[in-house]
Nanobody, 124 residues
Framework: QVQLVESGGGSVQSGGSLSISCVVS????????MAWFRQAPGKEREGVATIDSDGSTNYADSVKGRFTISRDNAKNTLYLQMNSLKPEDTAMYYC??????????????????WGQGTQVTVSS
């Protein structure tokens, strides 16, 4: 059973920075495409960033230039560095994993493995 455990969320003022991480159990981490999603109260879960097994990254337009996704394959860990945070970034942040296939996972329905979430709150 694959387990994903997020950590590092918290509260910060607008313009501040936070870094969150996600540790993935098991021996298949290097083969996974990884992603960060977020969900604010009353809103649908939305993609924030993805990183494929070859290190290729993609970002939502709303976070480009402010957030950086990265992975450490030696530590089975996924990271999200968030700078210049805005109140609209407030949400529960989830990491997700699935095998990279011929069709790379991008939408929430594409990912089989999920963490429990970590709360990020940005005050104005």
């Amino acid at each position: 059973q694959v387990q994903l455990v997020e950590s590092g969320g918290g509260s910060v003022q607008s313009g501040g920075s936070l870094s969150i991480s996600c540790v993935v159990s098991g021996s298949s981490y290097t083969r996974y495409c990884m992603a960060w999603f977020r969900q604010a109260p009353g809103k649908e879960r939305e993609g924030v960033a993805t990183i494929d097994s070859d290190g290729s990254t993609n970002y939502a337009d709303s976070v480009k230039g402010r957030f950086t996704i990265s992975r450490d394959n030696a530590k089975n860990t996924l990271y999200l560095q968030m700078n210049s945070l805005k109140p609209e970034d407030t949400a529960m942040y989830y990491c997700a994993a699935d095998f990279c296939g011929w069709r790379l996972p991008r939408d929430p329905a594409d990912f089989h493995y999920w963490g429990q979430g970590t709360q990020v709150t940005v005050s104005s």
